[in-house]
Every structure is written in structure tokens, then in C-alpha cells.
């Protein structure tokens, strides 16, 4: 016996419908044998949902893309790119060792993770470094806090003339997190709008990271809240998952800012930052993984093979750090004081 079932005003996130329908999927083909049949009779409301074709492929794309070059000043760099598990490749980067005109000795680096598409991010790769030029804050008799406030101001200005060309194109619905570095004569200046992290190494040393901006953090999610908007499932309105973005002009009324924060640093005493960061776990086994994935002088991801995704590549490196912890400190599984003693 069939009861109706009763409309429901609750939007459910996107992603967690995506997460249903292919759940019931193999639910169905393990159980059925087969996929799922509609039951004659049966009224089906189709949506734009029903038809969406998955954002993720059966197998990863593994093919990676590398770059490198520098500069006359002997700023050096490399970059590399690879899709992944994703339908479409979303990510971009813009990489300027050296700046024109009176900014010769400027340098501009900056990564862009799109989500729901790639056009933000392609957009934001290709321009976003004009529009904080064009504000006059980027001068070679260089003033710190105009610098900041011109980075501001292009992040605020960029994010305008996207959200006009959506509206007036067949844009996307994407977005992008924006992780970047500015790098003067005698100064460096962290960008981050987003959960994409920078970090500064010295020396073998994680010296100072950017914070992501993630909607639980309860800085961020106070923000999120006195806009209008709510933290569900640790995400915006339970659906976006960071609290700060360039284009998502869905959000963007609610409670997603799309303002960068800015770190500057100079002159910096290495052993008073080291001592700030001693407390910090994290970061530090992250550059280890980072420095090991480096430094293997492997053809491609992973060394050894056999290991189909970037993701596998980290724990293995990362288990490689912890096998070598484990000789200098007991590990914690998780049991009581008692057990232990």
C-alpha cells in the first residue's frame, strides 16, 4: 500500500540530492541486479537535478600539465595541473615573475579553484591582476597599505563586472576560491578569498600559512549569520562550502563575501615566526609531504605506481612520515588511560 507523500518546503542541498540519487543507484544494481526500473503508471517529475550529469568520472584523468620560468631578477617558479576525478578541469593559474613597466621588479602568483564550472575561474586567471592595477594602489614608490587597499578594491571590482557579465551572458553558475602572492622588492603580500592555502616556507620550516575561510569557522560563520544566511552541514545554506568566494551570485546576497584578507610580511625574525608556529601540527607534516613528493624525482604521480589518484599519493607519503614518527613516540589509537597503563 502506497501513502502520498507530503510537499515539502525544505530545500534539499544539491549535492546531497546528488549523493541520494547515486547511492539508490547501486543500492539498485547490487540488489536488482540491474538498474532501476520506473513502475508503470508511476508519474515521474523530471527537474534540471534528474538529468544533471555527474560532476565526478568513473576513472581519474591523470595526464598532468607542468610549466616553469622566471624572471631576470632569479625569481624561479613551477607549476603543474591535473583534472583528476573531475568531469571538467575547473582550476586556473596565473603566473607573472615579473611585471611591466615601472613594476619590472614585481612579481604576481595566484591559483583559482573553481567549483560548479570553470568560467570564474578562467575569468578571474586572465584579469583579475588588471583590475587591481587599474585601482593605482600598485605604484613603484610602494605604500603598503595602498597596496592592500588597491588588492581589496580589484577583488570588490572584479567580482562586480563578473556578477554584470553573468547576468547580461549564459554564464555558469561557478565560482572560485583565489590563493595569491604579491611580491615586491621588500615585501610579499598573502591573498586569500576561499579555503585554497598558501604557505611560506624557510629553511625546511613552515613560517606562516594563510586561514581558510570555511563557513564553520565561527568568526566566519557569525558573518554568515548576521547577513542572513545559515551554517547547515557545515556549508552555506547547506550547500557552498566556503565563506568566501569570487562569483557564487547565488550566495552573494545571503552571506558568501567575495573581500580577500591580506597578510604582509618583512623583515621577518625566522626564529620568532618558528616559534609561533611550533605549535602547529598540521602545516608542518604538510610541507614534509610536499618537500617528499618533490624531491623523489619520480616521471609521474605516484612513485612506484599502482595508485590511481592524488589522493593516494598524499596518504602514502604521509604514512611514510608517520612509520618514521613511530620509532620516537608512542601512537594514540584512541584507548582509555586505563588501557595504557
Known amino acids: 500500500m502506497r501513502t502520498a507523500r507530503r510537499a515539502s518546503n525544505v530545500e534539499v542541498p544539491s549535492f546531497l540530492r546528488q549523493l541520494v540519487k547515486e547511492t539508490e543507484k547501486m543500492v539498485t544494481f547490487f540488489f536488482k541486479g540491474g538498474p532501476s526500473e520506473r ?3 508511476e508519474e515521474e517529475n523530471l527537474n534540471e537535478d534528474d538529468t544533471m550529469p555527474s560532476p565526478y568520472l568513473e576513472r581519474p584523468i591523470l595526464e598532468k600539465h607542468v610549466s616553469e620560468g622566471g624572471s631576470q631578477l632569479g625569481l624561479n617558479y613551477a607549476v ?3 583534472q583528476g576525478w573531475r568531469a571538467h578541469m575547473e582550476d586556473a593559474h596565473t603566473c607573472m615573475p615579473q611585471l611591466k613597466g615601472e613594476l619590472e621588479d614585481w612579481a604576481y602568483f595566484a ?3 573553481g567549483h560548479a564550472g570553470i568560467t570564474v575561474a578562467q ?3 586572465r584579469n583579475l591582476l588588471d583590475h587591481i592595477l587599474t585601482t593605482g594602489g600598485i605604484k613603484a614608490n610602494e605604500d603598503p597599505e595602498q597596496v592592500k587597499e588597491g588588492i581589496r578594491e580589484g577583488f570588490l571590482d572584479i567580482d562586480r563586472h563578473m556578477h554584470k557579465m553573468a547576468r547580461q551572458d549564459t554564464w555558469d553558475r561557478s565560482g572560485s576560491t583565489a590563493a595569491a602572492v604579491m611580491i615586491s622588492p621588500h615585501h610579499i603580500y598573502f591573498i586569500n578569498c576561499g579555503d ?3 604557505l611560506l616556507c624557510n629553511d625546511g620550516q613552515v613560517i606562516f600559512y594563510t586561514e581558510d575561510h570555511k563557513p564553520f569557522n565561527p568568526r566566519e560563520k557569525e558573518r554568515i549569520q548576521n547577513a542572513g544566511g545559515s551554517v547547515t552541514l557545515q556549508r552555506i545554506n547547506g550547500s557552498l562550502a566556503v565563506s568566501r568566494a569570487l562569483g557564487d551570485f547565488d550566495f552573494k546576497e545571503e552571506a558568501l563575501q567575495q573581500e580577500a584578507e591580506l597578510e604582509q610580511h618583512i623583515d621577518m625574525k625566522v626564529e620568532e615566526i618558528i616559534q609561533r608556529m611550533r605549535s602547529k601540527a598540521e602545516n608542518p607534516d604538510l610541507l614534509y609531504v610536499i618537500k617528499f613528493l618533490a624531491e ?5 604521480l605516484p612513485p612506484g605506481g599502482g595508485i590511481t589518484s592524488k589522493r593516494d599519493c598524499i596518504i602514502s607519503a604521509y ?3 608517520i612509520s618514521a614518527l613511530r620509532t620516537h613516540e608512542p601512537m594514540d589509537i584512541g584507548g582509555s588511560e586505563e588501557d595504557s597503563n
Open 39 to 41: 513502475v508503470p503508471g
Open 296 to 300: 623523489e624525482e619520480m616521471p609521474g
Open 196 to 198: 585554497s592555502r598558501t
Open 111 to 113: 591559483v583559482f579553484d
Open 123 to 125: 575569468y578571474c586567471s
Open 319 to 321: 604514512q611514510k612520515h
Open 80 to 82: 603543474a595541473s591535473m
